[in-house]
Antibody
Framework: QVQLQESGPGLVKPSETLSLTCTVS????????WNWIRQPPGKGLEWIGY???????SYNPSLKSRVTMSLATSKNQFSLKLTSVTAADTAVYYC???????????????WGQGILVTVSS | DIQMTQSPSSLSASVGDRVTITCRAS??????LSWYQQKPGKAPKLLIY???SLQSGVPSRFSGSGSGTDFTFTISSLQPEDFASYYC?????????FGQGTRLEIK
């Protein structure tokens, strides 16, 4: 069974860049879309974007100007960079695997445990 | 973006109760809907995909129905471990969007 684990700094200063990595174990990254989703404390879920195993990304337009995702399949990892962070970017960040099948729904079937990133000076 | 609206936002119920949560999309999403359960401090867990398909390993007391803009999620007989928050999610078009969540509490 695939497992995902987020890693990275838990504290980032305002205006700096948030960088997180998700390590995938127990399965191949091939043929899947790899996602980042965040949840501000006490609030709902926001999809940040995904990167396909071939390297093609898609980002939420609300964050697109600040987001970059990348893939390192040799390491079974994918990464998120979010630039120019503010307090509004404080959230638990989850990585997740998307099951995407033509003609039917897409769904997030496997999630990391989440990592709290606080933006504060 | 497609807006997903869940109701109610919170709900109090007792063990053994039948509970229904609704999710409405701002435009038709066919059956491109999934449901997740989230417990405090934990990641969301997939329960239902494609509106009514039960994820492997999920108890059969959970079910989903609907198509177009209106969907329902039902727990047929609440168990103590079911007290959690529940989210719907559409995948009809990018960006994927979630409902605001329904918090299910013990009465």
């Amino acid at each position: 069974q695939v497992q995902l684990q987020e890693s990275g700094p838990g504290l980032v200063k305002p205006s700096e860049t948030l960088s997180l990595t998700c390590t995938v174990s127990g399965g191949s990254m091939r043929d899947y879309h790899w996602n980042w989703i965040r949840q501000p404390p006490g609030k709902g879920l926001e999809w940040i974007g995904y990167i396909y195993y071939s390297g093609s990304p898609s980002y939420n337009p609300s964050l697109k100007s600040r987001v970059t995702m990348s893939l390192a399949t040799s390491k079974n990892q994918f990464s998120l960079k979010l630039t120019s962070v503010t307090a509004a970017d404080t959230a638990v960040y989850y990585c997740a695997r998307l099951i995407a099948m033509a003609g039917t729904a897409d769904w997030f079937d496997s999630w990391g445990q989440g990592i709290l990133v606080t933006v504060s000076s | 973006d497609i807006q997903m609206t869940q109701s109610p936002s919170s709900l109090s119920a007792s063990v053994g109760d039948r509970v229904t949560i609704t999710c409405r999309a701002s435009q038709s999403i066919a059956r491109y809907l999934s449901w997740y359960q989230q417990k405090p401090g934990k990641a969301p867990k997939l329960l239902i995909y494609a509106a009514s398909s039960l994820q492997s390993g999920v108890p059969s007391r959970f079910s989903g129905s609907g198509s177009g803009t209106d969907f329902t999620f039902t727990i047929s007989s609440l168990q103590p471990e079911d007290f959690a928050s529940y989210y719907c999610q559409q995948s009809s078009s990018l960006p994927y969007t979630f409902g605001q969540g329904t918090r299910l509490e013990i009465k």
